[in-house]
Structures are given as structure tokens and as C-alpha cells.
């Protein structure tokens, strides 16, 4: 077992492991560090988290105690997490559960609440981090793609403006609008470390999530442009598998790398994108929402195509007041495409 320690970076080529970044939030980074992280004998994962995530209990919690947001470095963490016997499945089990009742508890995750008190205790969210890493026998790194506070701000194409994640992730009923352009307020920087593993990347993945607010969320810091630009590492875009009402209605797949090229100022070498054909009864369910698969349009030699369809069925967890994805990727299907790229440029 690796004990990830937050203030010590491994080194490049110290162990002739590649060094593989991913970059996004929430369930997309989940699925994806379930998948990479059978392949650490071969790679060292860093996971890269967007720090503006303002909905559900992390907005709640944001609120009440002035931290960073901790929702989606808790997910990455989970996913890193050891799992070999019954006390590591548990201490997981743990970060992973959601109060359904009680009052002021219903809809917090417990993961939340032990991030925040870890940031009371040691007195900074990276020792939080650190701390948690720790518990959960991670190997691996999340990092905060910043550790200033800051909130979306999205302009649409008709003209509003709406300030916070939460807001843009779920737009009013009947707001058909798409986003035309997305910044920060305040402004903020890259963390350091977050920097240093994109310039020390050998791959770079961007997705998946939702487009805006969890991967163009990362790239309207200050200096993960220029990051991504200057890294010698390959960038892979894993096309989300649905549009966003409120985000990316009607884009397919040529549109989705037209955004993130915008924001990145980097044409990605890879993109992979989803063939199979997703149920019938959850396209359905979609449609009621505006919201259909990403249309494959995008004729080019950086294009992997195939089925990375999950075909288990999502449950939402109780006391859940968010609106999940019922549609994911294929954690191993996703992670063996991207090792075979990785071998391939290699």
C-alpha cells in the first residue's frame, strides 16, 4: 500500500510509471479513477477537481463554513480509495453515505461533513485532503484546481447572466438558453501543484462531466490554459454521453471540442466518443428534460469510437436533492482505451 502524502509530489520517472492526470469533477471523475486505478502498477493517477461546486450539501455546507467546496474532492478520494478487506470497505461504505432524515442532516454526505471537520480541526482544506487521504488508504492525489473561493459565472445567448454552479448544473424550468461564455468571480490561480502535474502529465484527461460546469469549470482558472499548453502530455477528451439543457443542448460531439478547444487554447489528440445505443425507457426519461445523446459529428482521425456504455442500473441514493446522471460510462471499458492510447504514444 501507498500512503499518499498531500506535500510530497512523486517524481517523474522515479518508478517508470506514467504519469496520468484526469481533470473534472464530480460522478464523471469517479467513474473514470474506478477504472484507472487497476492500472497503478503502470501509471500514477492525479485527479484534478474543479472547486466551484455550489449545489446540494457541499453548497450547504460551503455556505454555512466559508470553505472550499468538498463534494467532488470526496468522490475522487473514494475512488482512489483501497478496498481489500472489510475495514477499508466499510471506512468507504463511510464517505460514501447520505443522510435521508434528521433535522439539518437530511441530504448531507457523511464524507462532507468529515472534510469539513477535518478543515476545522488541522486548520486547511489541503491538510483536510491530506488527512482524508490518509483514512481511506488512497493511492493516488486529488488536488483542488485552486484554493480560492470562487463561483461560475455563465453569460447566455439571450443575454442573462447567472451567477453559480448550482444555478447553470439546473436551470430554471422552461430556460432554453445556451451559455455563450463562462468565467470566474472572483478571478483565481492554478494551485501549484495542480500546475506541476499537468506540465508533468504524460496524459491529460479532460471529461467526463458535464461540459461546462465540470470540465471548462477547471479551465477558466488562470494558468490551467497555459498548463495544458505547455504539458508535452497527451490531452484526451472523453465526450460526455448526454447534452445539458441550459449547457450544451443541441451540440454533438464537433461542437463539445470546439468549446473546450476555446477554453483550453489546445485542440485535443484524442476524443473519445460513445456508439452504443443507450435505453430506450432512459432516452425517455431524458427527453422529458431536453436533453438527448451527444450526436457523434465529428469526422476525424482523433476520434475513438465505440460502445462505453455502463449497463448497470443507477439507483439515487436518498436524501439525494441533486439531479443525477442515469447514463455512465463504462469504468473498465474507458480505462483500457485510454491505457492502449497511452501505450500507443508512448
Known sequence: MVVVRYSTLMQHGSNDKKNVVIVGGGTGTHTLLRGLKQYQKQISLRAIVTMADAGGSTGRLRDEFGYLPVGDVRMALVALASNEDEHEALVRQLF???????????????GNLLLVALTDILGSEEAAISAASRVLRVEGEVLPV?????????????GTQVVGE??????AAGEDATIETLSLTPAAAIHPRAEAAILDAD?????PGDLY???VANCVVDGVADALRHSNGKVVFVTNLMTKRGQTSG???REHVEVLSKYTSRQPDHVLVNTGVIDEDLLGRYAKEKEFPVAHNL?????VADDFLARDTIVTEKGDTLRRSLVRHDTRKVARVLMDIL???G
Open 96 to 110: 460514501l453515505h447520505r443522510f435521508d432524515k434528521g433535522d439539518g442532516l437530511s441530504g448531507h454526505n457523511i
Open 166 to 171: 448550482h444555478i447553470i448544473d439546473e436551470p
Open 146 to 158: 485552486t484554493t480560492e473561493s470562487v463561483h461560475l459565472v455563465a453569460r447566455y445567448t439571450n
Open 299 to 303: 469526422d476525424d482521425s482523433r476520434v
Open 251 to 253: 451540440m454533438g460531439t
Open 343 to 345: 501505450k500507443a504514444d
Open 203 to 207: 496524459m491529460v484527461i479532460l471529461g
Open 213 to 215: 460546469t465540470s470540465v
